[in-house]
T-cell receptor, first 113, second 111 residues
C-alpha cells in the first residue's frame, strides 16, 4: 500500500534562517506531488505541484521554492524565512491519472519567530 | 467570489442529530468533487467522493447539483467522533490536476 512521510513534525525557526521540508512517497511510481500551506484557522493554499521529476509549477509568488530530485521525493525550501511563513505545511500525493484524489502527509507545523 | 465557498460554522448539534453542510463552487466545468475531514491540528483525510447521482457511505450522504453548482454532505445519527472540520474540495481544472479546498465547516457534536 502507499504511504507518505513528511518531516519534521514541528519546527521553530528564526526569521531569516533557511528552511528545508522533505516529503517522500512509498508504494507508487510517478505520483503527482503537492505542497500546501494552511494558516491558523484558514483553508489550504496550494503552493507547488509537480507531475514529474524537475516538473514543478508554482501557484503563489513567494520566497519559497520546491524541488523534486527523485520520482517520490518532494522538497520545500526557503533561503530566508519571514514571519508570514509560519503555518501548517502539508505534502500530498495523487495517482498520475484523472481521479485526482489526494492523500496527505501528517504535516509540519512551522513557527517563525 | 471564492472558488469554493463554505459556511465556516460552527455547527453545534447534539448526539444523534442529523446535520447538513452545503458548499458552492464557481467553475461550471469542474469535474471532481470530494469531502475531506480534518481533525484539529491534523492532516485532511478523504471522507468520500461525490458522484453526480449522489452516494452514500454509512451515515454519510453526498449530493451534487451541477445546475446550481453546489455539493452537500448529510450526516445522520451524529456521533461525538464526528466532531471535526469538513472540507469541500473541487477540481476546478482537470488539466491542472490540482484540487481547490474550501475553508471548511466546523462541526461540534455535543453529548
Amino acid at each position: 500500500s502507499q504511504t507518505i512521510h513528511q518531516w519534521p513534525a514541528t519546527l521553530v525557526q528564526p526569521v531569516g534562517s533557511p528552511l528545508s521540508l522533505e516529503c517522500t512517497v512509498e508504494g507508487t511510481s510517478n505520483p503527482n506531488l503537492y505542497w500546501y500551506r494552511q494558516a491558523a484557522g484558514r483553508g489550504l493554499q496550494l503552493l507547488f505541484y509537480s507531475i514529474g521529476i524537475d516538473q514543478i509549477s508554482s501557484e503563489v509568488p513567494q520566497n519559497l521554492s520546491a524541488s523534486r530530485p527523485q520520482d517520490r521525493q518532494f522538497i520545500l525550501s526557503s533561503k530566508k524565512l519571514l514571519l508570514s511563513d509560519s503555518g501548517f505545511y502539508l505534502c500530498a500525493w495523487s495517482p498520475g491519472m484523472a481521479k485526482n484524489i489526494q492523500y496527505f502527509g501528517a504535516g509540519t507545523r512551522l513557527s517563525v519567530l | 467570489r471564492k472558488e469554493v465557498e463554505q459556511d465556516p460554522g460552527p455547527f453545534n448539534v447534539p448526539e444523534g442529530a442529523t446535520v447538513a453542510f452545503n458548499c458552492t463552487y464557481s467553475n461550471s466545468a469542474s469535474q471532481s468533487f470530494f469531502w475531506y475531514r480534518q481533525d484539529c491540528r491534523k492532516e485532511p483525510k478523504l471522507l468520500m467522493s461525490v458522484y453526480s447521482s449522489g452516494n452514500e457511505d454509512g451515515r454519510f450522504t453526498a449530493q451534487l447539483n451541477r445546475a446550481s453548482q453546489y455539493i452537500s454532505l448529510l450526516i445522520r445519527d451524529s456521533k461525538l467522533s464526528d466532531s471535526a472540520t469538513y472540507l469541500c474540495v473541487v477540481n476546478l481544472d482537470t488539466g491542472r490536476r490540482a484540487l481547490t479546498f474550501g475553508s471548511g465547516t466546523r462541526l461540534q457534536v455535543q453529548p
